[in-house]
């Protein structure tokens, strides 16, 4: 089992930052490919990022790449997703997912076997 709780979101102006953090629990953590969503009000859950089990792949929807990076640190069992540039249409919880052992990354979010609670992000005009 993988618990995993995200932190760092909140309200900001058009082209602020904001930094995401995904706190995971549990010894498989760094063998786990980890994604980022969003799904903002009325719309589907869409991918935002992904990464791998070493950091030596990642994975960005079109509308993140340029401004979002997806990173992890495995010794303190957390991936980030660092976000410049905000957008208002950037606005949306935010949600980190876990794989299962085996997968590398992917853009669906049944691909993912484990969600934290999300974070609200709120970007300002």
């Known amino acids: 089992q993988v618990q995993l709780v995200e932190s760092g979101g909140g309200l900001v102006q058009a082209g602020g930052s904001l930094r995401l953090s995904c706190a995971a629990s549990g010894r498989t953590f760094s063998s786990r490919t980890m994604g980022w969503f969003r799904q903002a009000p009325g719309k589907e859950r869409e991918f935002v990022a992904g990464i791998n089990w070493s950091g030596s792949t990642t994975g960005y929807a079109d509308s993140a790449k340029g401004r979002f990076t997806i990173s992890r640190d495995n010794a303190k069992n957390t991936v980030y997703l660092q976000m410049n540039s905000l957008k208002p249409e950037d606005t949306a919880v935010y949600y980190c997912?876990?794989?299962?052992?085996?997968?590398?990354?992917?853009?669906?979010?049944?691909?993912?076997?484990?969600w934290g609670q999300g974070t609200q992000v709120t970007v300002s005009s």
């Open positions: 997912a876990a794989r299962g052992a085996i997968g590398g990354v992917t853009t669906t979010p049944e691909g993912y076997n484990y």
